[in-house]
C-alpha cells in the first residue's frame, strides 16, 4: 500500500479525532443538565427563557442551580421575573465548593443580568456570607432576603464551568414587584434609579407555559438540605451524577474513536 495513501487516511483519521474532541468539550447546559432529571424544571425554564446560547457562550461561568422540589415557586412567577431571575443564578466567574469555602465573607460577584445593562442597582451582583458553617447566597440588592444556601457540586470542568446545587431560588428586590430600596451612599454609587424592565431579549421570551412539574407547589423548607461547611461534605447524590456526566462522555469519546478504529481499518484493508 502507498505511503501517500497510509498518510491521507492519517490525516482523515486526526481531522476525525479532532472534530470529535472539539464536540465532546463544548459546554452544553442543556445537555448537562439533561442527563440529571432531578434538574429538569430548572432546564427547561432556561430552555423558555432564552438564556442557553448566553450561558454556553460564557466562559467562564458559574450556573447555581435549583433542584425541582424547590423549583416551585420561581416556576410560577410570570416570565419576565423568571427570566431576570435566572440570569441573576448565572455568576461570570468559575466558582466550585473549594473556591467558595475559600472566598472572603461577603464576596461579590457579577450575573449575567448585570450584563445586560437594564439591572438597578446592586440588582446584577450576587453577595457569598458565611454563616454558622453555610455558605449563603442573597441579591446584593438592599432589602434581599439571606436564605439560601450553597448544597453541592453538580459538576464541574475547572476553570471553565460549573454548576452548584442550591437551595431555593435567589430572589432579587425590584424584580418580582418587591420595592427595590437605594443602598447607602457609596463612592461610585450607580445613578438615580430606573423602573426595572425586561432586558432587551435577544432571543424573544416566550410565555410561561403552564406544565405539570413546574406549577408543582414547592414542599416543606429545605432543613434536610446536606450542610456544606467544607467541600467534602458535597452530597453523595451529586457526586454520583458527577460519575455518571464523566462516564456518559467517556463513553460518547470511546464510542467515537472505536468508529474511526473501524473507518481506518477499512482504509487499510482497502490497499
Ligand atoms: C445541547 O444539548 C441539547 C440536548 O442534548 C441539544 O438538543 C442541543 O442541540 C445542544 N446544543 C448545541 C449547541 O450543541
Ligand atoms: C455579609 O458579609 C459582609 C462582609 O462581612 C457583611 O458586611 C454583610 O453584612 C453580611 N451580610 C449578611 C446578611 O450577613
Ligand atoms: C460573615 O459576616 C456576617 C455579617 O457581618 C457575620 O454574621 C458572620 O459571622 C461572618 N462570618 C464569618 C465566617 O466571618
Ligand atoms: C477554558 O478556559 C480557558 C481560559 O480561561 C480558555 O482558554 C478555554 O478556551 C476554555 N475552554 C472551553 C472549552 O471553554
Ligand atoms: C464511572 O466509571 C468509574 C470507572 O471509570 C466507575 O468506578 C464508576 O462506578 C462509574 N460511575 C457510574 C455512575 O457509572
Redesign the pocket.
Given at each position: 500500500m502507498g505511503a501517500s495513501k497510509i498518510s491521507t487516511s492519517l490525516i482523515f483519521l486526526s481531522c476525525l479525532l479532532l472534530a470529535s474532541s472539539v464536540t465532546t468539550a463544548a459546554f452544553n447546559i442543556t445537555a448537562i443538565l439533561g442527563d440529571i432529571p432531578s434538574f429538569s424544571n430548572f432546564n427547561d425554564l432556561l430552555s423558555k427563557a432564552g438564556l442557553v446560547k448566553a450561558i454556553n457562550s460564557q466562559s467562564p461561568v458559574t450556573i447555581l442551580a435549583i433542584p425541582n422540589e424547590h423549583i416551585g415557586d420561581l416556576a410560577g412567577k410570570p416570565a419576565d421575573v423568571i427570566k431576570i431571575t435566572l440570569m441573576t443564578h448565572v455568576v461570570l466567574d468559575y466558582y466550585d465548593l473549594l473556591k467558595l469555602a475559600n472566598a472572603k465573607?461577603?464576596t461579590r460577584m457579577t450575573t449575567l443580568f448585570q450584563k445586560t445593562g437594564v439591572a438597578t442597582y446592586d440588582q446584577g451582583f450576587l453577595i457569598l456570607?458565611?454563616?454558622h458553617g453555610q455558605l449563603i447566597f442573597s441579591s446584593a440588592a438592599k432589602g434581599a432576603p439571606h436564605n439560601v444556601q450553597v448544597v453541592a457540586t453538580v459538576t464541574q470542568h475547572p476553570f471553565n464551568y460549573s454548576i452548584i446545587s442550591v437551595s431555593s431560588a435567589i430572589m432579587t428586590p425590584g424584580v418580582d414587584g418587591t420595592s427595590l430600596q437605594e443602598p447607602p451612599k457609596a463612592a461610585g454609587a450607580p445613578a438615580p434609579a430606573k423602573k426595572v424592565s425586561p432586558p432587551p431579549a435577544s432571543e424573544a421570551p416566550e410565555a410561561p407555559t403552564p406544565s405539570d412539574d413546574a406549577t408543582a407547589p414547592s414542599p416543606d423548607a429545605p432543613s434536610d438540605a446536606p450542610k456544606s461547611d467544607a467541600p467534602a461534605s458535597q452530597a453523595p447524590a451529586a457526586d454520583a451524577d458527577d460519575d455518571k456526566n464523566k462516564n456518559a462522555s467517556f463513553k460518547h469519546l470511546a464510542s467515537s474513536t472505536l468508529g474511526l478504529v473501524a473507518v481506518l481499518a477499512s482504509f487499510l484493508a482497502a490497499y
Open positions: 465573607n461577603g456570607n458565611r454563616s
